[in-house]
Antibody
Framework: EVQLVESGGGLVKPGGSLRLSCAASGFTFSNAWMSWVRQAPGKGLEWVGRFKSKTGGGTTDYAAPVKGRFTISRDDSKNTLYLQMNSLKTEDTAVYYC????????????WGQGTLVTVSS | QSVLTQPPSVSAAPGQKVTISCSGSSSNIGNNYVSWYQQLPGTAPKLLICENNKRPSGIPDRFSGSKSGTSATLGITGLQTGDEADYYCGTWDSSLSAGVFGGGTKLTVL
């Protein structure tokens, strides 16, 4: 059974940093393209970024609002995906989901339960 | 403002059919696969349709997807009260080099 379990969410002040983790199991993590998707309270889904598998190029892509502030990394030996968030803004407040699915076809068939990040003074 | 445009809400009676549109451009829907997601209140999204019109295992054939040009459509037949949810379309945007979602459509089964 595929499982994605996010952790690391919480309350942080504007300008602060936070690192989210996503522990994966039930599939070959090293072959998976992994993404982060967020959802602000009462709002729609927003793609944050992705880390392609090594065979897919091993590169990252980011949405414009987070580029330069957020960094996605992965440890294939630990089956874990990370999201390092720096220079946080109030508009980054959201539930952050870890997802996986097809890489090049861009769809997500497995989602974590999400972790809430609140940026507030 | 979302790159992909969906109607904010749609409604229909139980047993009826409803369609949800998703409009984009040549840089996203026009040249990339579209996927659709259902999100029930308080839960993570669930994949309904991938690669424009393919249903993952376990998704009933009441749900269908289609694409024409720069628009895509999700169809739901035999509506049930349990279908009340938010629905999102998503795709890759080659110009932005980023994933994009529609703003979401709230389905009400009257």
């Amino acid at each position: 059974e595929v499982q994605l379990v996010e952790s690391g969410g919480g309350l942080v002040k504007p300008g602060g940093s936070l690192r989210l983790s996503c522990a994966a199991s039930g599939f070959t993590f090293s072959n998976a393209w992994m993404s982060w998707v967020r959802q602000a309270p009462g709002k729609g889904l927003e793609w944050v970024g992705r880390f392609k598998s090594k065979t897919g190029g091993g590169t990252t892509d980011y949405a414009a609002p987070v580029k330069g502030r957020f960094t996605i990394s992965r440890d294939d030996s630990k089956n874990t995906l990370y999201l390092q968030m720096n220079s946080l803004k109030t508009e980054d407040t959201a539930v952050y989901y870890c997802t996986t699915g097809s890489g090049s076809s861009f769809f997500f068939d497995y989602w974590g339960q999400g972790t809430l990040v609140t940026v507030s003074s | 403002q979302s790159v992909l445009t969906q109607p904010p809400s749609v409604s229909a009676a139980p047993g009826q059919k409803v369609t949800i549109s998703c409009s984009g451009s040549s840089s996203n829907i026009g040249n990339n696969y579209v996927s659709w997601y259902q999100q029930l209140p308080g839960t993570a999204p669930k994949l309904l349709i991938c690669e424009n019109n393919k249903r993952p295992s376990g998704i009933p054939d009441r749900f269908s997807g289609s694409k024409s040009g720069t628009s895509a459509t999700l169809g739901i037949t035999g509506l049930q009260t349990g279908d009340e949810a938010d629905y999102y379309c998503g795709t890759w945007d080659s110009s932005l080099s980023a994933g994009v979602f529609g703003g979401g459509t709230k389905l009400t089964v009257l």
